[in-house]
Structures are given as structure tokens and as C-alpha cells.
């Protein structure tokens, strides 16, 4: 559904199956590279524990872009001052 979004979009899409390989600590890794990838200043910025990670690895399989998308529903909602991501 997503790469068809971002196909129509006009973005690139390339889909790497990581099922068989993704665990919590890796989802983790991934997650919090990605965070601190967006951030906008040099300010601190929230965390995804590996319990969150596992939480949803196991509400939404290894699906990242929906997990990104649900987390980025969740960061709507946060107050500044957060530091863990609690999904």
C-alpha cells in the first residue's frame, strides 16, 4: 500500500525483505537511526527502547514503513520534554 503512495508520489521506492532476519534490537537500531536522521535541531530527541521495538515487531510484523507511520502518529502527540518513545 505505502510503495504505491510513494510511487504515485513520485518517489523512488525500493523494498528490501528483512522478515527473516529483523528482530527487536535490530528494529531498534533501525528506528532510532531513522529518528535521528529527521531531527530538526541539535536539541535531544526521543528514543525507541528495545521493549517498544519488540512491542511493535510483534503488533506489526517486520513491516517498517507501518511501523513509521505509527510512530509518527505517536511523536504528533508528544510533549517536548519526552525522551522514550512508548508506543
Known sequence: M??????KA???VRTVAVADRM??????RI???????????????????????AGLFERFGPGI???????HKTFQKMSASTSDVEV
Do not use: H
Open 2 to 7: 505505502y510503495n504505491t503512495l510513494l510511487v
Open 10 to 12: 513520485g518517489r523512488q
Open 23 to 28: 528482530n527487536p534490537e535490530r528494529l531498534t
Open 31 to 53: 528506528l532510532n537511526a531513522r529518528i535521528e536522521w529527521a531531527r530538526r535541531d541539535d536539541g535531544g530527541v526521543p528514543a525507541v527502547s528495545v521493549d517498544t521495538a
Open 65 to 71: 514503513r507501518t511501523i513509521q507511520y505509527e510512530l
